[in-house]
């Protein structure tokens, strides 16, 4: 029953693209990229950035609100972690991180050819459904 479940797209980026599309996402290097993601009214987050960003409002906040904090935080302090995930990003389209999957859809599609090129080296999409998502290892939940 697919109705019920939203979706997001994320792909991930060659080196030198994905250091581009964080410090300057409107920087010509990523121009077919960026291209496509106006047209859906989609932009990028990093999901090392997003992880950062979450283990410092965690501190901020108190770390005992946030039950992904010690998970995140040790994803974050791990070199071959943050390898992978600083060439990750959440494509967020009007502003939303999951979103209709005809928007998904649509996005994905146009997307698809430049998956193996020189900027976007895999895309994936995923649903709500918390039967397809992973959690987080037994020791991390509380």
Known sequence: ???EWQYQVRINLEDRSAEVARQDPA????????AILSKHNATLKCQFDAFAGYVAEAEAHGTENY?????TKDTIENPAKKAKYIKSFTLYVDGDEVYAKDKADA???DLQPLV???L???MTKHDTNPA???QPPERYRK
């Open 27 to 34: 920087d010509p290097a990523i121009a077919p990229l960026a």
């Open 1 to 3: 029953m697919d109705a």
């Open 132 to 134: 397809n998502n992973p």
């Open 120 to 122: 976007v080296t895999r």
């Open 107 to 109: 996005l994905e599609a």
């Open 67 to 71: 039950p992904l904090y010690q998970w």
């Open 116 to 118: 193996g090129g020189p």
